[in-house]
């Protein structure tokens, strides 16, 4: 069988690892590649990869309940009942707090007057683009909705179909932070996990409980320690706990504020540090990771 994409997911345990300015850089060292921002709840990476959007669509995130004024008597049973606390009397009327419902629908099989009813919400949406770099596909979920894991599973196979038609060997994925539904989501049938971490107590803690989520799913798993000169007495006892578990270490980056001065400027690091140390690790450890590959 012919072998498809490789599809490389990078993840962190934490926010704040520097996981999105890692994959920016991976983009402009990549040849080919169609790229995707499945951190769907704070996408970010268009912010430095500026693209051009060709199509966008309303994503559903699934269903709110809604009270007819003119149906409701005001027995107040479905504010009895709601065990989300979505159910309020204001001025003497009942109303559902849309960032409160979670779309369960009890009320509606409670009101004896059926003046409750069900509306799908459209709050999420996808993005199809184009950057200087390729293709990139993102989204972004409205404010308190759902089905966040679902939309990134979305993202996911628009990159997919993408690579297949213009017949590329890689996709890089800027996966979400933590161990929650949009990572499964991004991580579920993918290549290989590169895990950013920080030399934190923190960073270390989540790290881990990241590594045994990945393990779950039989996936390669490497890890690049970013900032490690902040604390190198941490770092050390991360690269360690790595090597008890057989978890190769790709390279470990030194805090940089020239980093700042390329975000600011719309820029990846190896663009906007084009002859700096730091863009040279970073090639050190994506050509590494090609080796991986293969």
């Not at 769907?40 to 309940?65: F, M, R, W």
């Not at 933590?178 to 803690?205: L, Q, R, Y």
Request: charged share 25%; aromatic share 6%.
């Amino acid at each position: 069988m012919e072998k498809g994409p490789t599809e490389i997911i990078i993840l962190s345990g934490k926010g704040g690892t520097g996981k999105t300015s890692i994959t920016a850089a991976f983009a402009t060292m990549a040849k080919d590649s169609v790229i995707a921002d499945c951190d769907v709840d704070a996408a970010d990476l268009h912010l430095i990869l500026q693209p051009e959007i060709y199509h966008e669509e309303n994503y559903s995130s699934g269903t709110k309940s809604v009270i007819n004024p003119d149906q409701c008597t005001g027995c107040g049973l479905c504010l009895d009942l709601c065990r989300f606390n979505a159910v309020e009397l204001i001025n003497g009327h009942y109303i559902i707090d849309e960032f409160a419902c979670e779309g369960c629908g009890l009320c509606i099989l409670a009101c004896p007057e059926n003046a409750i009813s069900s509306e799908t919400n459209e709050n999420n949406i996808l993005y199809l683009s184009n950057c200087r770099f390729g293709p990139l596909f993102y989204g972004k979920v409205g404010i308190a909705e759902e089905n966040s894991g679902k939309l990134v599973a979305r993202i996911r196979e628009e990159a997919k179909n993408k690579a297949r038609e213009i017949q590329t060997d890689m996709i890089l994925v800027d996966g979400p932070p933590g161990i929650g539904c949009p990572a499964i989501s991004s991580v579920t049938g993918a290549d290989m996990v590169v895990a950013v971490t920080e030399p934190t107590k923190s960073g270390w803690h989540d790290l881990q409980r990241l590594i045994e989520m990945i393990e779950r799913f039989h996936i390669r798993i490497f890890v690049i320690i970013n900032k490690y000169d902040l604390n190198e007495i941490i770092s050390d006892e991360i690269e360690e706990g790595l090597k008890e578990k057989n978890i190769p270490v790709l390279g470990k980056l030194p805090y940089d504020e020239q980093v700042i001065h390329a975000l600011i400027s719309g820029k990846s690091i190896t663009e906007f540090m084009k002859e700096h140390q730091l863009t040279h690790e970073l090639r050190e450890i994506w050509n590494k990771l090609l080796e991986m590959d293969h």
